[in-house]
């Protein structure tokens, strides 16, 4: 089993800590033949004033859009597991999803659709998290802070 990641940046507070849990969820899905379709999920951490610490990586729901190519997370679904995590005092922190490349690099789409998400949403964080898992073995892993329009690349690629 992996040891914990952490991505961390200069300036920024708070490292993100992704635990050996997630990483499994993201080796699972990882677009490593052909024909896999993009897969995605939620973020769930625990915030201290240093971390982030990432303690699970929703696996995609059954109605969550996927192609080869695409991933979109069901909102009502999403939702509804942001719910239950909370009331398991876990918080919603971001987005994962995987891209059917080695060294994986957010799309214009993908920045937009998370810089929609913290716009949107109802939270106090002063950003959202944003993992994509490219398909090289061991997988690249793209890690990045996302307020409205900007965004922080993390540090640290594996």
């Known amino acids: 089993m992996p040891a914990p990641l952490i991505f961390s940046y200069p300036g920024v507070s708070q490292s993100v800590v992704?635990?050996?849990?997630?990483?499994?969820?993201?080796?699972?899905?990882?677009?490593?033949?052909?024909?896999?379709?993009?897969?995605?999920?939620?973020?769930?951490?625990?915030?201290?004033?240093?971390?982030?610490?990432?303690?699970?990586?929703?696996?995609?729901?059954?109605?969550?859009?996927?192609?080869?190519?695409?991933?979109?997370?069901?909102?009502?679904?999403?939702?509804?597991?942001?719910?239950?995590?909370?009331?398991?005092?876990?918080?919603?922190?971001?987005?994962?999803?995987?891209?059917?490349?080695?060294?994986p690099r957010p799309t214009e789409r993908d920045l937009k659709t998370i810089a929609s998400v913290f716009e949107k949403s109802q939270h106090r964080l002063r950003s959202l998290i944003l993992i994509i898992v490219g398909n090289g073995d061991p997988p690249s892993i793209w890690c990045s802070l996302h307020r409205s329009a900007d965004h922080i690349q993390l540090s640290m690629h594996r």
């Open 18 to 103: 992704v635990s050996e849990q997630a990483q499994q969820t993201f080796l699972r899905y990882r677009q490593a033949h052909l024909f896999r379709s993009e897969a995605g999920g939620l973020l769930f951490a625990k915030i201290s004033a240093t971390q982030i610490a990432i303690q699970e990586a929703t696996s995609p729901s059954r109605r969550d859009y996927r192609t080869r190519g695409r991933f979109i997370l069901d909102l009502v679904e999403a939702q509804k597991v942001i719910a239950e995590r909370f009331s398991s005092k876990l918080h919603y922190v971001g987005e994962w999803h995987t891209h059917p490349e080695p060294v």
